[in-house]
């Protein structure tokens, strides 16, 4: 995660001793949320805001713009290393980027707050704050469609999904028809892709959840440390 130091405007980058915001010795340790800002795939971004030592919004542009996720990543590691933020090596990766459909969503830990992101020179976009720590997993299904109305199940709930094909629907649509459904937990994201055999599905949610699509479970992996609203 990202967290202010505090001796470090003018400071030499390599000086040995550095000092983070309320790291525990002085005060309460700083707490950390996840930020997250869900920006259109094909647009440029211009820059981000977080409130700064004064308790005022200001925007970082170091870096910027930049288009595309790795593009953007990189820039946002550069304005908040810019301004004084460093990752200081926790379990949960600073700055990362996840594919939902025609979007991509940002996510920054901090101990800083994150406001918001600007696009497309003038389109500002609300950072959501997610706070309680938790284990998550991406959980996947290659799925062939179904030319019937399927079964989607989530933690024992059952909720009928319509009728997809390949030949007949897009990956939007599915992934749509998915997050439409009673039982789509609020903590989870999705991205769908269509190959020539299969609808690619991949929801991110918290460790420990079982689903299935007509029957067959959605396997889990790529476990690690991430953030949900608390």
């Avoid at 550069?78 to 004084?84: E, F, K, M, S």
């Avoid at 926790?90 to 939902?100: A, I, K, R």
């Avoid at 497309?120 to 997610?130: D, E, M, R, Y």
């Avoid at 029957?215 to 953030?227: H, K, Q, R």
Wanted: with cysteine.
């Amino acid at each position: 995660m990202y967290r202010l130091i505090t001796n470090g405007v003018g400071q030499n980058a390599d000086n040995f001793l550095k000092f983070y915001d309320n790291a525990g010795c002085c005060g309460d340790a700083a707490t950390a949320c996840q930020y997250s800002v869900v920006i259109p795939t094909a647009n440029a971004v211009n820059g981000i805001s977080i409130t700064n030592r004064d308790g005022v919004t200001e925007e970082l542009t170091t870096g910027f713009p930049g288009t595309g996720a790795a593009a953007v990543v990189t820039a946002i590691k550069a304005a908040l290393a810019a301004y004084g933020l460093e990752n200081d090596s926790d379990d949960v990766t600073g700055v990362t980027s996840e594919v939902s459909g025609t979007n991509i969503i940002y996510r920054v830990t901090s101990t800083v707050t994150v406001v918001s992101m600007r696009h497309n020179s003038a389109t500002v976009v609300l950072a959501t704050a997610l706070c309680a720590r938790i284990k998550k997993c991406v959980y996947s299904r290659d799925w062939a469609g179904n030319a019937a109305a399927s079964t989607f199940v989530v933690d024992g709930v059952s909720v009928a999904l319509g009728a997809f094909t390949l030949a007949g629907a897009t990956a939007a649509q599915v992934q749509a028809a998915i997050i439409a459904l009673a039982n789509w937990p609020a903590t989870a994201t999705i991205n769908v892709v269509e190959t020539a055999i299969a609808f690619e599905i991949r929801i991110t949610d918290v460790f420990g959840k079982t689903m299935t699509l007509d029957t067959v479970a959605l396997t889990s992996g790529s476990c690690g440390m991430g953030y949900i609203a608390a």
